[in-house]
């Protein structure tokens, strides 16, 4: 039944008046349309514990004013002549809301940030292996999940951080969540009090800076050049902050690499003052130039480093499934709250990224995606050069899934056009906590499918910049 009956049994009015009252009421505001079929008498009479007569006497009523239509055998249901949007009463104001979420199913927008290339995710085989797991689920697949994530997807992960990331760790200390969000609510739940300083890269990731500031952590920022971190800054801002939040690999958002004799600073930092390091390795399988960096975390030889990884860059975001690294003393306290946050991930699909770890699916296709990336990243930076030349100055990295190109005027204004246009670009300045030190329009190459949807889009891009310039 779409509609909860709440019926009144000291109001003047009959009961059967009231249930047909609430009908009409279902018909008008369109909880009920024309065709619909409604309960059978008995049926509702059991559930709202009536005498059949009265919710009979009600159908009776709304029969007679063609309201509904008896069929016999097939049942009785809301007459399909009314008209679907028949309203002879008022209808109830719509609630709506001014909020918009960040993540709301919408398809994606060109050079949106943080999306892997849908187009060549080998869906067909991901069906296949998903199809298989439903086949040969057991009652495993039916029972309360382990809080810590599927076992044979945590050994997974940690044989492939040994080989690809030189991550020494068993499978007791990986924790499986739902998106890199849920691991951070992980480890403030389990390790962070409120006011407890946090070294948080500046600029850096807005998603992180929420979820931080949520949890009550005080941010520390601490500026990033071209070596990555300034860990001297961070000691001389807060030299007993407890927490440090870093993506050593690739700087988000400028894509530069945490050179390793901070790397080392940092971690000595950490273990003079028993403070923690997040590290964020979000997208280190996406190296253009050379072999990927090895973690920080394959440096930390005092368990001061908390790892965390996703798969949400590198096969799909409709996952949401991210890992967490702990360090072996910290077991027991995190298997603790995961099993308090419920942080669980569909057991299927958990099952599933598995057997795409297992048999091999996950290397080939990082294989393909880094030979593709390399391809559209140069599509797009040729483009910008062609339609631009000085006016975006643009450094590509080692790798990494987006482009920064520095501009000398308001990001912001520019990235408001762009995105009036229809292109998914973001400023710069608006990844910074304090004052932005650099500009520029942060674009993601991933989706870009050929040299000539590059070119178009660069065209769109210079055709906002042109337009807001002629308004000065």
């Known amino acids: ?23 009409r009421e279902a018909i008008a ?11 059978a008498v008995r049926a509702l009479a059991a559930e709202l514990n009536l005498a059949r007569g009265t919710v009979e006497a009600a ?24 008209a679907p949007k028949f309203s002879p009463q008022p209808r109830a104001e719509t609630t709506t809301t001014t909020y918009q979420p960040i993540h709301s199913r919408a398809l994606p927008i060109p050079l949106q940030m943080g999306l892997p290339a849908l187009d060549a995710f080998p869906r067909k085989l991901w069906a296949r292996l998903l199809g298989r797991q439903l086949r040969q689920a057991g009652l495993d ?35 499986v969540c739902a998106g890199y969000r849920a691991c951070l609510d992980l480890i403030a739940h389990t390790l962070m009090h409120p006011g407890d300083a946090c070294w948080l890269e500046e600029p850096g990731y807005f998603m992180a800076r929420n979820a931080l500031q949520e949890a009550g952590a005080t941010l520390v920022p601490v500026p990033v050049d071209e070596q990555g971190l300034d860990v001297a800054a961070g000691i001389a801002r807060s030299p007993e902050a407890r927490f440090a939040v870093v993506t050593p690999t690739h700087q988000s958002p400028l894509g530069v ?35 990927p960096l090895p973690a920080l975390k394959s440096l930390d030889e005092h368990g001061r480093v908390l790892y965390t990884g996703t798969f949400s860059k590198v096969l799909f975001p409709g996952l949401r499934l991210a890992y967490l690294v702990v360090p072996p003393g910290q077991v027991d306290a995190f298997t603790r709250q995961a099993d308090r946050l419920h942080n669980h991930c569909p057991h299927l699909l ?27 990243r140069q599509w797009l930076v040729d483009a910008l050069h062609q339609q631009f030349g000085e006016r975006l100055q643009i450094n590509p990295q080692a790798g990494g899934m987006h482009l920064v190109a520095g501009l000398r005027e308001d990001d912001v204004e520019l990235a408001h056009r762009a995105q009036a246009a229809g292109l998914a670009v973001q400023p710069l300045s608006q990844w910074y906590l304090e004052d ?34 002629s308004e000065r």
């Open 141 to 175: 697949g039916l029972v309360y999940p382990e809080a810590r994530g599927h076992a044979p997807l945590r050994a997974a992960i940690a044989t492939y951080l040994g080989i690809s990331r030189g991550i020494t760790c068993r499978p007791e200390q990986v924790f």
């Open 436 to 469: 932005a030190l650099k500009h520029g329009l942060m674009l993601c190459f991933t989706n870009i499918t050929s040299a000539e949807q590059a070119s178009a889009l660069a065209l769109r891009l210079a055709q906002a910049v042109h337009h807001q310039s």
């Open 257 to 291: 690499s945490l050179s390793l004799p901070r790397r080392l600073a940092l971690l000595d930092w950490a273990n003079r003052h028993g403070s923690w390091i997040i590290e964020d390795d979000y997208d280190s399988e996406y190296r253009y130039q050379g072999k």
């Open 1 to 23: 039944m779409p509609l909860p009956f709440e019926l009144d049994r000291s109001h003047t009015a009959p009961i059967y008046r009231q249930l047909y009252q609430r009908f």
């Open 350 to 376: 958990q099952a599933t990224v598995t057997a795409f770890l297992n048999e091999g699916h996950f290397a080939r296709h990082l294989k393909k995606m880094r030979s593709l990336y390399a391809r559209r």
């Open 29 to 39: 505001d369109g909880r009920l349309q024309p065709g619909n079929r409604v309960p």
């Open 59 to 82: 159908y009776q009523l709304l029969i007679g004013e063609g309201y509904l239509v008896a069929r016999g055998p097939a049942g009785t249901v809301v007459s399909p002549q009314l």
